[in-house]
């Protein structure tokens, strides 16, 4: 008797799953964007080591690459000796494929001598709906006027028709 009640078990759960793996279907982003921060323009202090953020997203490294969108949110120098700013930030996209769509993303960055580093992707809207992945970056240009993030983005969301559907 023991081994039937296992047996309906096992064999609902492979109907559950199989009946709600449409909501579970997903489509990968994968791609390399640039953000650039200009320290006079898209950025300023609202209080000690807090700044506001707004980024601008291009598509290329290059003076005439094309703006995408911008990367709002706040930035804190969470470990001065470090260093280290703890980032949150929208990437909200105005142009291109992804236009109306954003993502959610947080983590840590610091300067161009400490290395490539990675955020966390934790949500997204429009297209890039329930995104989660992440974001390798590493600063391919710094001076004293602006810094240039070059990011390897590899995200799954579910398109916002599927879950709505």
């Known amino acids: 008797m023991a081994s039937y009640y296992y047996a309906v078990v096992v064999l609902s759960m492979i109907a559950f799953c199989i009946s709600a793996g449409h909501a579970l279907d997903c489509k990968k982003l994968q791609t390399t964007l640039y953000i650039k921060q200009s320290y006079s323009q898209d950025q300023r202090a609202v209080a000690n ?28 120098h969470a470990n001065p000796s470090k260093n280290s700013w703890v980032t949150l930030m929208d990437m909200v996209f105005e142009g291109g494929s992804l236009a109306g769509s954003t993502l959610k993303v947080m983590g840590l960055h610091a300067g161009v001598n400490d290395g490539p580093g990675q955020w966390s992707v934790i949500g997204g809207t429009g297209e890039l709906t329930m995104a989660r992945g992440i974001m390798n970056y590493k600063i391919i240009k710094q001076d004293t006027n602006i810094r240039t993030f070059e990011i390897k983005t590899a995200v799954y969301y579910t398109n916002s028709e599927d879950i709505m559907a």
């Open 49 to 76: 080591d807090t700044v506001i953020i707004n980024w601008v997203i291009k598509d290329g490294p290059g003076a005439d690459a094309n703006s995408t969108g911008h990367a709002e949110g706040l930035t804190i």
